[in-house]
């Protein structure tokens, strides 16, 4: 039986826990993430939703000291030391060829054939819905207990050429540690806009 969600807002502690108390971290407790929290992030963030479940996602999740080293190489000097002392970051990319996938991922319609020969369609559809499975992460991450720090200061052809090697068709879209945010690394909160500024009903 399908279950009825709709008439339901989720608690404050949730929707705190989720959005309104919910930080980006730049530093973190001396605490691991398990592989086991790993995959339970990997299994809520899968069912949202993506254009003709194409789930163009493909995740390289750096948890090695050695890999750490070779993720921070590739950022931004102010994002190294982040890298370093995260338990685990994830690379976050897509697949331009996610179309492969599609007989098993989405069986009731021939969605494969819609890509087939437009390579900018797919690099628009992998990029856009990657970003999407980027936010899901950073939310079902949120809703297991730990944190995120989300970062893009990176040298993106680096971050392809050390994670994706082997993968040539798989592209880097951001990067975002996860763990337990120490609560001394975060800024002041920046102002979020009101309603009417950035949006309009029509
Ligand atoms: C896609 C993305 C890329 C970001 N890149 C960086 C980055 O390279 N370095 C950094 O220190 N913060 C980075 N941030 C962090 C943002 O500045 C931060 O999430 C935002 O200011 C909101 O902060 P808050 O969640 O604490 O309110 C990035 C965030 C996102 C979502």
Not at 29 to 44: E, F, M, N, P, R
Not at 110 to 131: M, P, T, V, Y
Not at 186 to 193: E, N, Q, Y
């Amino acid at each position: 039986m399908t279950k009825q969600y709709h008439d339901h807002v989720l608690s404050d502690a949730v929707l705190g826990q989720l959005f309104n108390d919910a930080r980006t971290y730049n530093g973190w407790l001396d605490k691991g993430v398990s592989d086991d929290q790993i995959h339970a992030i990997w299994d809520l963030m899968k069912m949202a939703p993506t254009s003709a479940n194409m789930q163009p996602v493909r995740i390289v999740w750096v948890k090695s000291d050695e890999q750490k080293a070779k993720l921070a190489e590739c950022a931004s000097e102010g994002n190294q030391d982040k890298i370093k002392a995260a338990p685990v970051t994830a690379v976050i990319g897509y697949d331009i060829d996610f179309h492969e996938e599609l007989p098993w991922l989405f069986p009731h319609a021939d969605a494969k054939s819609w890509f087939e020969g437009d390579e900018e369609g797919r690099k628009q559809g992998a990029f856009r819905n990657s970003s999407l499975q980027g936010a899901y992460l950073i939310l079902a991450a949120r809703a297991v207990g730990l944190d995120c720090g989300p970062m893009s200061g990176f040298d993106e052809d680096k971050v392809n050429d050390t994670f994706f090697a082997d993968q040539p068709r798989h592209r880097v879209n951001f990067i975002c540690s996860v763990g337990y945010g120490d609560p001394e690394t975060i800024f002041d909160r920046s102002p979020r806009p009101d309603f009417d500024k950035f949006n309009s009903i029509a």
